[in-house]
């Protein structure tokens, strides 16, 4: 079976390699190549059965006709999240696709647990500061956690994982979700209004679908507490980019993290540090004292990668068998 690995980085070789040296996979052969998939680089898929692709990739109607057109009978998502990929065209095309659900919840949820408190106790100002010979205490005046409200939109794998670090910092737990998860019993199920209202951290765990599309906008952001922190780990698209930049200039904001953010597709993984930036709202978002950006790193921990890396064999392994794999999509 011939895999044809788009957007190689070099930590991917790293964590795959050593499986693809495992006698169990030997029918696999993969071949790395660095180009993003796209519809200009999938005519590349030629004369391979599968590919293998990560959420900042193009695979929308278009990609998916001319994977098909290629012959590529599996899209193989080394992620969670699909948002990316048209799965009705691959459907409609008998393309298989298969991700990778819940790999490491806790490293995303202590990620978005990092950037609250980064975003809240000002540690990029003071890393700065202090670098600079800089020991005074302006502007870095923080709020802590203990005791306060948490409100955590999406109580799937990582949501619940943050719903228990936010436990563990003395935190109430509030938590909104249309399938409540009973393994948290100490977080109280409200509506999504009275979560807005009454957290002082709100972080967004929920996947990105239409519905969740912009769902914090002018009208969720002005039901929220004022001073509140909000925390976006799961996808750019669930908020309104210009509405939040007008929150923060209205102060709404204590702090704001952003591991993922409308706009990050032509940047994110790349090394843009030489060049002029095109996008005017990660400028405009940086511009702030009070928020914080990273890029889309939320699963990049040395257990992740591992396990992103086994499930991918093994669903690629699936595949070559011509079995289902318990990690296909349809
Ligand atoms: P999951 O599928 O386990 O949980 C998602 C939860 O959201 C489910 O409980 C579902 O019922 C709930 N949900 C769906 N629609 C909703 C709505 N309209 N309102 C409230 N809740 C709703 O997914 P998991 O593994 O927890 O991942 C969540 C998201 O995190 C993914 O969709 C992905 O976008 C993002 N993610 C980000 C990563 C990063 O590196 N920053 C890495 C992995 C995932």
Same mark, same amino acid.
């Not at 940086?286 to 040395?302: A, D, K, Y």
């Given at each position: 079976m011939k895999l044809l690995f788009f957007g190689t980085k070099g930590y991917d070789k790293t964590y795959l390699i050593p499986y693809m040296e495992d006698e169990k996979y030997a029918g696999i052969h993969v071949k790395f190549i660095e180009a #993003?998939? %796209?519809?200009? %680089? $999938?005519?590349?898929?030629?004369? /391979? !059965?599968?590919?293998? $692709?990560? *959420?900042?990739? !193009?695979?929308?109607?278009? %990609? *998916? #006709?001319?994977?098909h057109e290629c012959g590529v009978q599996m899209i193989l998502m080394r992620c969670a999240g699909y948002n990316n990929v048209d799965l009705d065209t691959a459907k409609k095309l008998g393309i298989r696709v298969a991700h990778v659900p819940g790999y490491s919840p806790e490293s995303v949820a202590e990620h978005a647990m990092a950037l609250a408190l980064t975003a809240n106790r000002h540690l990029h100002?003071? /890393?700065i500061k202090v670098r600079e010979n800089? /020991?005074?205490? =302006?502007?870095?005046?923080?709020?802590?956690? /203990?005791?306060?409200?948490?409100?955590? *939109?999406g109580t799937g794998r990582i949501g619940a994982a943050m719903a228990r670090i936010c436990r563990g910092f003395g935190m109430r737990v509030i938590a909104y979700d249309r399938y409540p998860n009973k393994s948290l019993d100490f977080a109280e199920y409200v509506e999504l209004d009275e979560l807005l209202s009454g957290s002082d951290l709100?972080?967004?765990?929920?996947?990105?679908?239409p519905e969740t599309h912009h769902m914090i906008n002018i009208d969720t952001i002005g039901r929220m507490k004022d001073g509140v922190i909000l925390v976006n780990t799961s996808r750019g698209g669930l908020i309104k980019t210009d509405d939040l930049v007008r929150g923060i200039r209205e102060n709404k904001f204590f702090a704001v993290g952003l591991d993922v953010y409308e706009e990050e597709d032509g940047s994110v993984y790349e090394d843009m540090s030489d060049e002029i930036l095109q996008h005017s709202t990660v400028a405009r978002l940086? =511009?702030?004292?009070?928020?914080? *950006? %990273? =890029?889309?790193?939320?699963?990049?921990? #040395? #257990?992740?990668m591992q396990a992103i890396s086994e499930t991918t064999m093994e669903n690629a392994l699936a595949f070559e068998k011509g079995e289902k794999g318990p990690n296909e999509l349809f």
């Open positions: #993003e998939l %796209t519809p200009n %680089t $999938a005519m590349l898929a030629k004369g /391979y !059965d599968s590919v293998c $692709a990560f *959420v900042n990739m !193009d695979v929308g109607t278009r %990609t *998916v #006709e001319l994977l100002k003071a /890393y800089n /020991y005074s205490l =302006s502007g870095l005046l923080g709020v802590s956690m /203990y005791g306060r409200t948490a409100g955590i *939109v709100i972080s967004l765990h929920c996947p990105l679908t940086l =511009s702030f004292p009070n928020v914080i *950006v %990273t =890029s889309h790193q939320g699963f990049f921990t #040395e #257990e992740a």
